[in-house]
Structure formats: structure tokens, C-alpha cells
């Protein structure tokens, strides 16, 4: 897949999932979409990734089940790096974020989900994507 070029109404998705098949659909749906796409494999990865791009990044997606270090401990990481950037925790499992004491900045995404339930979540956060609705 060619890189498209910079523009500067683009905005970045870091994508966090040990699923390779995953990580590479969000990703290729993104960036036909225009969106910047970091992809991590693993918990320890995100964090490195976040801490380094969070002022480019517009929303991130974090798998619930991750290698290393648990999902809990990169969203806290996260959240000390910058906590205005949304993160979308996505599982198989239904989530309560809510009941954790979480706020509106954590929101689910129960797996499987389509692609429109995906990219209707990231053009919301990042409304430059520019994902039109069919």
C-alpha cells in the first residue's frame, strides 16, 4: 500500500490489538479513510507509541487482552500522558467502564464490530477522517 502524503487536516489512530488480522483491517480502513494509523501489538508498544504521538493523536483503540502489560495499566499510562485524547477499549466481553469510575473519554466497542460501528466511532473523534455514511 503507497503512503498518501501529509495533509494537515489529518489526525492519527493508534490502533493497539495482538491480533495481527485485526490490527491490519482497522488499519486499512483508516487510511482509506485518510486517517494516520500507528499500530501497536502489545501493551508495552501503545505506551511508547501514545507517549510519543499523543498531541497527534485524536483517539486511540486498545484491546482488552494484550501480552505484557494489562489493558488497565496502558489506559492509565495513557491517561497520564494526555488525558483528553478518547480511548476506545475493545472487547468480546461487554464492559462496564462506567461502574469502574471511568469517564466519558473510555468508551467500549464490544468485538465483533463492523466497519460503519467503527468508523462512525472514529469520524466522531476525529471528524477530519472524513467518513461519509452510505
Not at 68 to 94: E, K
Not at 105 to 113: A, D, G, H, S
Amino acid at each position: 500500500m503507497s503512503e498518501c502524503p501529509a495533509a494537515p487536516h489529518r489526525h492519527t489512530v493508534l490502533v493497539t490489538d495482538d491480533d495481527m488480522a485485526i490490527r491490519e483491517v482497522v488499519r486499512d480502513v483508516l487510511e482509506a479513510e485518510g486517517a494516520s494509523v500507528l499500530v501497536a501489538t502489545d501493551g508495552r508498544e501503545a505506551l511508547t507509541l501514545f507517549e510519543q504521538h499523543h498531541s497527534a493523536i485524536c483517539l486511540a483503540l486498545l484491546d482488552l487482552m494484550l501480552p505484557g502489560i494489562p489493558w488497565l495499566d496502558v489506559l492509565h499510562g495513557m491517561r497520564r500522558a494526555n488525558d483528553r485524547v478518547p480511548v476506545v477499549v475493545m472487547s468480546a466481553s461487554p464492559l462496564h467502564l462506567a461502574d469502574a469510575g471511568f469517564d466519558g473519554t473510555t468508551l467500549t466497542l464490544q468485538k465483533p464490530f463492523g466497519l460503519d460501528e467503527l468508523l462512525e466511532m472514529v469520524s466522531h473523534y476525529c471528524p477530519s477522517i472524513g467518513y461519509a455514511q452510505p
